[in-house]
């Protein structure tokens, strides 16, 4: 499987990441990716960092040590109103925009209240990618969230994290056979991250590739197949 890019990443600026923005920059160049992804954890998260982090970022070179770099947030989905933890003047100075659920930030409610929030997120222009859409704490109902992902033009993360043996949120696997097996009934594009919190584990997408093959996902609605295909997404 081709597969060039990883945009889901945090360094020690998120507060429980473990490694700087140059070591996550030469790791990227060590697995030979094209596209880079750092995305700290926004403000809601306990120990992050606050706006003025993210008020700054216009001073980061977009390339660094001969890689693409882009640098943007995880947000936190807070309501079911799909509302984000950060301002819009903030927002429309970030290159890329993932929106999650997180335990600390959100309190989980029926099916059809979490499918809303997710979904109004996925409504504000700013939104890119939702993060790891796998947890059964939060259930979803992934038909809508197909729908709506390929109406609004949104990304829908397949995380190598939650697949990974010492992942911490729940029946991701089984979730993600439903999501995907929807993805393809709808032609919606997904994307491979790795949610690396340590320089090792950048590019690191062996989980999430294998469950692709498994199901039999198709190629081209991949994103990481070529950065041209992920930044079409972009452009909301």
Known sequence: ?????????????????????????????????????????????????????????????????????????????????????????????????????HPPCFKTGTIEENTKAVMMAMNNRHINIIGHPDDARFPLDYSQLAAEAARTHTLLEVNNSSLAPNGYRVNSRENYCIMLKECMKKEVCIVMNSDAHTATDVGNHAFAAALLKEVEFPQELIANTSVEKFKAFLRK
């Open 1 to 101: 499987m081709i597969d060039v890019l990883d945009v889901h990443t945090h360094t020690l600026a998120s507060g429980h990441a473990y490694n700087t923005i140059y070591e996550m920059v030469y790791a990227a160049k060590e697995k030979k990716l094209e596209l880079l992804g750092i995305t700290e954890h926004a403000p809601k998260m306990p120990g992050t960092c606050y706006d003025y982090y993210f008020m700054n970022l216009h001073v980061m070179a977009r390339e660094i040590l001969g890689m693409s770099v882009m640098f943007g947030a995880e947000l936190n989905i807070l309501d079911f109103k799909g509302t984000i933890d950060l301002s819009e003047n903030i927002l429309n100075e970030m290159d890329l925009c993932i929106a999650s659920i």
